[in-house]
């Protein structure tokens, strides 16, 4: 089994976290799907080769599917990959009304699942998709996969075992139906910590709270209001909590709010709001401000010359936070091709 002739459709692609770590693995991610057109140049631009295609999966007819990318059914060497968006599972407080429709995308990727019988099927989810495996569609999907051959492995998965300098969980699935064997990742080695990813050592030079950066590398730095920056210049370098906000936050869930990173550590997960200390350890170990737009976006191992193509912060940090680590998602791809070329 050549690599090259693995091939993958990235559902729900975003900016390419997914995408980018299978082709890294030498899989041909031939199309990604997505509903967001203002990810398309980010997509397109990192993934060179890799068709974007704008869709509403609500909406899209599996034979349709065809009018985009040539593509077959029962195809042992098409992998197709579900990363729905998952705000409605996730644990951390979210609006669930304004996040209700995600809620099904689960089960609307089993609809091409179902049709197009790929040799490989890959998901990957918080783990609160897990939890509630009735109401998300998963036990049926699983179930389903099953009854048609499907070798499935899921499990929750902590990432900093797999080379992502986070204690971000996830929850992952690889279905396989060509061999006889469930295929899971490669642990790493070791576990990565904040200091082997950013810091001056890194190429990340010194700059302060505010700071735009308006070249390609992004290291651009939210602002603080004259209060916030008194409580991050307070708070102990390497790793130490706000007194003041941890007492202020006691209780509601913000616990780790106006707190640093450690060094040492792996950085907490990097959500779509980590440009903000308010919003979680996000303090930079040492400087007196929260992590930058290419911090977060390192930590989350995306490379350094990644480009993301946003008018906002904003925009970028979601884009950022919502992505599959491509460390994690390249592991993936190398557990699948060497199924393929040793399993039986």
């Not at 990363?83 to 089960?107: F, G, H, M, V």
């Not at 350890?281 to 995306?302: N, V």
Request: proline fraction near 4%; aromatic fraction near 10%.
């Amino acid at each position: 089994m050549k690599k090259s002739q693995v091939k993958a459709i990235d559902f729900f692609c975003s900016g390419g976290g997914m995408s980018y770590g299978m082709r890294q693995a030498g899989i041909d991610v031939i199309a990604g799907i997505d509903n967001d057109p203002d990810v398309k140049e980010t997509y397109e631009k990192n993934n060179t080769g890799s068709k974007f295609i704008e869709a509403d999966v609500f909406k899209l007819n599996e034979v349709d599917l065809t009018k985009y990318i040539d593509i077959k059914r029962n195809d042992d060497d098409l992998i197709l990959i579900g990363c729905s968006p998952c705000q409605y599972w996730s644990i951390i407080n979210t609006k669930k009304e304004k996040a209700k429709k995600s809620k099904d995308l689960l089960i609307e990727f089993h609809r091409f699942v179902k049709y197009y019988n790929p040799g490989f099927v890959v998901v990957e989810n918080v783990p609160g998709l897990e939890r509630k495996a009735d109401e998300s569609g998963l036990k049926e999907f699983v179930r389903d996969l099953e009854n048609r051959g499907y070798n499935v492995h899921y499990e929750i998965y902590n990432l900093n075992e797999y080379g992502v300098p986070q204690t971000r969980k996830r929850f992952s699935l690889i279905a396989n139906r060509v061999t006889k064997n469930k295929v899971k990742p490669r642990k790493t080695d070791y576990k990565p910590t904040v200091r082997d990813f950013i810091g001056s050592h890194n190429g990340f030079p010194k700059v302060q709270a505010g700071h735009k950066d308006n070249t390609e590398f992004m290291h651009t730095v939210a602002g603080l209001s004259k209060e916030n920056f008194e409580v991050i210049k307070n708070t102990p370098k390497d790793g130490g909590n706000s007194v003041k906000q941890r007492k202020k936050f006691k209780g509601s869930g913000f616990k780790d709010s106006y707190s640093r990173m450690s060094w040492d550590k792996p950085a907490p997960t990097i959500t779509t709001k980590f440009f903000s200390i308010s919003n979680g350890r996000f303090g930079h170990p040492e400087e007196d401000r929260a992590i930058s737009i290419r911090e977060g976006a390192t930590l989350q191992t995306f490379p350094k010359d990644y480009v993301f193509y946003t008018n906002s912060i904003q925009a970028t940090a979601r884009m950022i936070g919502n992505a599959v680590p491509p460390e994690f998602a390249k592991r993936i791809g190398e557990a699948i091709i060497k199924e393929l070329e040793n399993g039986e």
